[in-house]
Every structure is written in structure tokens, then in C-alpha cells.
């Protein structure tokens, strides 16, 4: 790889992790002020481990023009890290829904609300909310497997490229 191509990737490099990392902070960040906020303890511990994923990536970022090396140990974890979060988090709520009162996920208000307009429907409503819910939940994993894993992918090939 001849000198303007690498320069050219590792400008690449610095401008998507930089981005990717600081984005990924900054809005798991503030999810999770919210969620001390709400007491959430789900939101606190899923907000401080994406905060950490893209912490790590933004360290990755900064040691690229150090040690490659050290770079791209960064950046892969960083991606690990997320997705990992990402499948507890959705492993645990599909794990602890209530498919046979699936309205129990909603605040009180907005179940009656919903009670009150489903009427003798009840149960196609119920059905619906499960399977939206698992389908949320299912979706959510494939898809950062697919962002996270094309990141992973993507940062192994460039660093790797880079350090040959």
C-alpha cells in the first residue's frame, strides 16, 4: 500500500471512529443521567455499558496516531462490548415478558386506556403486543449484529491493512 492510500485510510479511520465513538457517548451518555434520574436500573447499567463501548472506541481513535497496535485492540473491543450489551439487555427483557398479560409492560394509565378502546378484543391485542414485542427485541439484536459486526469487520480489515 503506497503512502496516499494509507493516508487516505487512516483519515477514513479517524473520521468514522470519531464520529461513531463520540456519537455513540454522548447519547448513551445522556441515557444515562436519565435513567439515574428514573431510577432505572436497567437504563443506568445498559447507558454506562454503550457509554463505555464508545469511550473505548474514542480511545481507540486517539492512540491511532500512536500505536496501531493499540488502536485497533480499541476499536474491536469497542464493538464487542456494545453488542454484547445490546444481546444482554435484549435477552433479559424478552426473558422477563409476560406474554400472557403483555399490557403489564405499560404504566397503569396507558393500560386502561388501551383496556378501554381494545373492548372484547382483548385477546388479538394481547397477541399483537407479544409479537411486536418480540419482534422488537429480535430486531434489535440481528441489526447490531449486522452494525456491530460490519464495524468489527470493518476496523480489523483497515488496522490490519494498515499495519502490513
Do not use: C
Request: hydrophobic content about 45%; charged content about 15%.
Amino acid at each position: 500500500m503506497n503512502t496516499e492510500e494509507l493516508k487516505k485510510k487512516r483519515n477514513r479511520l479517524l473520521r468514522i471512529s470519531k464520529i461513531n465513538g463520540g456519537s455513540i457517548a454522548v447519547i448513551a451518555g445522556i441515557g444515562t443521567v436519565l435513567s439515574l434520574f428514573s431510577l432505572s436500573l436497567n437504563g443506568i447499567l445498559v447507558g454506562l455499558g454503550i457509554t463505555a463501548a464508545g469511550l473505548l472506541e474514542l480511545r481507540g481513535h486517539k492512540t491511532l496516531g500512536e500505536d496501531l497496535a493499540e488502536a485497533r485492540k480499541w476499536l474491536l473491543t469497542s464493538q464487542i462490548l456494545f453488542f454484547t450489551v445490546i444481546v444482554l439487555y435484549s435477552a433479559y427483557q424478552l426473558s422477563v415478558f409476560d406474554a400472557m398479560n403483555p399490557l403489564n409492560t405499560f404504566s397503569e394509565d396507558f393500560r386502561q386506556t388501551v383496556l378501554a378502546l381494545a373492548g372484547s378484543q382483548q385477546s388479538v391485542l394481547n397477541d399483537l403486543i407479544a409479537k411486536a414485542y418480540r419482534t422488537t427485541y429480535i430486531a434489535i439484536m440481528v441489526l447490531s449484529f449486522f452494525y456491530q459486526g460490519g464495524m468489527w469487520l470493518y476496523y480489523n480489515r483497515v488496522t490490519k491493512k494498515m499495519m502490513t
